[in-house]
T-cell receptor
Framework: DVKVTQSSRYLVKRTGEKVFLECVQD?????MFWYRQDPGLGLRLIYFSYDVKMKEKGDIPEGYSVSREKKERFSLILESASTNQTSMYLC???????????????FGPGTRLTVT | AQSVTQPDIHITVSEGASLELRCNYS??????LFWYVQSPGQGLQLLLKYFSGDTLVQGIKGFEAEFKRSQSSFNLRKPSVHWSDAAEYFCAVDKAAGNKLTFGGGTRVLVKP
């Protein structure tokens, strides 16, 4: 079974703090993703990475950065946390390519971040 | 830009009754289509997916979905709901050869005993 783990289930940070959210997958997947989930808005893509040291902006990258130094690990960084970044953050991974049809994304359990 | 609409924010259904969740997408070509479920406190789990072939797709937990090109819809159904189906359900679209899922806003399903 694919396993995607996230470093914290719950996190409380103060405005202005630098926040690191860590994600690790154990299936050697090239593609990894960070989403935020807000009520009524579904999941929105923040950043994704298709290889080590590679990254691409998603739909809402402002206020976030990412790091992918190792294939299994993808970090989301909030340089200076703000209250509007209070949300649920979900990490996902996916194998490469589309041969045989689309591959599903495998999700971690999420980190609920509260910025006060 | 592609978008995904789930018109129902909440649905309440009695245990044993049938369930249908609606999903409409806007995209020029036929995208890859997914339904995910999120149980309380959990990440998302794939229920089923469609990319070609038979427009009626069977998934896990007794769910099925039907792709209707003419209506740009991919509705999810279950003939008889169990209490454990109480969860939030997300429809998602992935453009062919793309690497990004676009999600609908989700439908929260409550199951009455």
């Amino acid at each position: 079974d694919v396993k995607v783990t996230q470093s914290s289930r719950y996190l409380v940070k103060r405005t202005g703090e630098k926040v690191f959210l860590e994600c690790v997958q154990d299936m050697d997947h090239e593609n990894m993703f960070w989403y935020r989930q807000d009520p009524g808005l579904g999941l929105r893509l923040i950043y994704f990475s298709y290889d080590v040291k590679m990254k691409e902006k998603g739909d809402i990258p402002e206020g976030y950065s990412v790091s992918r130094e190792k294939k299994e690990r993808f970090s989301l960084i909030l340089e200076s946390a703000s209250t509007n970044q209070t949300s649920m953050y979900l990490c996902a991974s996916r194998p490469p390519g589309l041969a045989g049809g689309p591959h599903e994304q495998y999700f971690g359990p999420g980190t609920r971040l509260t910025v006060t | 830009a592609q978008s995904v609409t789930q018109p129902d924010i909440h649905i309440t259904v009695s245990e044993g009754a049938s369930l249908e969740l609606r999903c409409n997408y806007s995209y020029g070509a036929t995208p890859y289509l997914f339904w995910y479920v999120q149980s309380p406190g959990q990440g998302l789990q794939l229920l089923l997916k469609y990319f070609s072939g038979d427009t009626l797709v069977q998934g896990i937990k007794g769910f099925e979905a039907e792709f209707k090109r003419s209506q740009s819809s991919f509705n999810l159904r279950k003939p008889s709901v169990h209490w454990s189906d109480a969860a939030e359900y997300f429809c998602a679209v992935d453009k062919a050869a793309g690497n990004k899922l676009t999600f609908g806003g989700g439908t929260r399903v409550l199951v009455k005993p």
